[in-house]
């Protein structure tokens, strides 16, 4: 089946960039979209159609897709960035997600 | 305000059955695909099923085809799941969500309904 590979943990300081990789094979042939979930809470679409931020997701969100990888990419990371983050593709008629990179900022 | 409501959770017995709604509201209802995802307790997404916006055509993950059925009336803006069989590992919160055109992404989510199967 179609795997969506994704670190479990990445760590930044405030203020710096993070980035969250999403690899398959051929994903870049295919749109990713990236969901942050909060504890408790629902996913909330932070990107969509490889780079495109919904209304209400600020700037320093943004995303590409090439080649077997998939990448979510936040600048100036900021207290309130710090959740679980959840790649997503469709493999023909089936959605596969990520299993999920817990996003620290510390 | 565009609002996806789930209902119909709970706890069941294995090999019973629970029908999920999720009622959306704010949207026109009949023009979006939807779909039903899952999350089991400190565990990932796991996408289950997905109904197109005006035929009605469904999708089924492996790990429930054949045992749950997703439908919708447009009339009542209401998308259901259907869950037979059910197992001890199907324990999680649902999520319905929608689809938005072309694959590009899964727009809107419900806040879930939890749905436990335990004796």
């Known amino acids: 089946s179609y795997e969506l590979t994704q670190p479990p943990s990445v760590s930044v300081s405030p203020g710096q960039t993070a980035s969250i990789t999403c690899s398959a094979d051929k994903l870049g042939d295919k749109y990713a979209s990236w969901y942050q979930q909060k504890p408790g809470q629902s996913p909330v679409l932070v990107m969509y159609?490889?780079?495109k931020r919904p209304s209400g997701i600020p700037e320093r969100f943004s995303g590409s897709n090439s080649g077997n990888s998939a990448t979510l990419t936040i600048s100036g990371t900021q207290a309130v960035d710090e959740a679980d983050y959840y790649c997503?593709?469709?493999?023909?008629?089936?959605?596969?997600f990520g299993g999920g990179t817990k996003l620290t900022v510390l | 305000e565009v609002q996806l409501l789930e209902s119909g959770g709970g706890l069941v017995q294995p090999g019973g059955s629970l029908r999920l709604s999720c009622t959306g509201s704010?949207?026109?209802?009949?023009?979006?695909?939807m779909s039903w995802v899952r999350q089991a307790p400190g565990k990932g997404l796991e996408w289950l099923a997905a109904i197109s916006g005006s035929d009605g055509s469904t999708d089924y993950a492996d790990s429930v085809k054949g045992r749950f059925t997703i439908s919708r009336d447009n009339s009542k803006n209401t998308l259901y799941l259907q869950m037979n069989t059910l197992r001890v590992e199907d324990t999680a919160v649902y999520y319905c969500?929608?689809?938005?055109?072309?694959?590009?992404?899964?727009?809107?989510w419900g806040q879930g309904t939890m749905v436990t199967v335990s004796s």
């Open positions: 704010g949207f026109i209802f009949s023009t979006y695909a």
């Open positions: 969500a929608t689809d938005l055109p072309y694959q590009y992404g899964m727009d809107v």
């Open positions: 159609q490889d780079n």
């Open positions: 997503q593709a469709w493999d023909s008629t089936t959605a596969r």
